[in-house]
Every structure is written in structure tokens, then in C-alpha cells.
């Protein structure tokens, strides 16, 4: 398994556009990575990245509790299982 660990950070640009900023490290192999992506509500996008790199921890911005990161908690519950 993996031991990586991803980092989430969700903004919007002055488009209205959401952007999705991921930072990856992985110990194990080595490895670190960052990018930044726009994304649908549901982010689809987020959901295919975390499948693909499989970590096993996903930190996310404390922030004022508002729908974006609701959902980005729904999307990590549904792949971590």
C-alpha cells in the first residue's frame, strides 16, 4: 500500500472558476508533487487523482464549514474505502 500523504486546498479565480490545488508526498518512494486544476462541483476531477494515487492520508484547509468542503469530504470517504 500505499504511504502517501495529499493535501487539499480549494479556491475560486476572479472567473468564478473553482481551482484545486494538490501537494502529494510520498516517503516511501521518495516522491513529491504539486498542481493546481479546475474542477466541477462534484470534483470529478480531485476524485480521479486521489484514486490513481491511492494515499493513505488527506489533509484539508480548516475553513468556515461551507458546501466545497463538505463535498471534499464526501469524496474522500467514498475512495479511502
Known amino acids: 500500500g500505499s504511504a502517501?500523504?495529499?493535501a487539499v486546498r480549494i479556491a475560486t479565480g476572479a472567473d468564478g472558476q473553482r481551482a484545486v490545488g494538490v501537494g502529494?508526498?510520498?516517503?516511501?518512494?521518495?516522491?513529491m508533487g504539486v498542481c493546481e486544476f479546475a474542477d466541477n462541483e462534484i470534483f470529478s476531477n480531485l476524485e480521479s487523482m486521489l484514486v490513481q494515487l491511492g494515499?493513505?492520508?488527506?489533509?484539508?484547509?480548516q475553513g468556515d464549514?461551507?458546501?466545497?468542503?463538505?463535498?471534499?469530504?464526501?469524496?474522500w470517504l467514498s475512495q479511502s474505502s
Open 55 to 61: 494515499p493513505k492520508e488527506c489533509l484539508l484547509a
Open 65 to 75: 464549514g461551507n458546501a466545497d468542503g463538505s463535498k471534499l469530504r464526501q469524496v
Open 4 to 6: 502517501g500523504v495529499v
Open 24 to 31: 502529494y508526498v510520498d516517503a516511501a518512494q521518495r516522491t
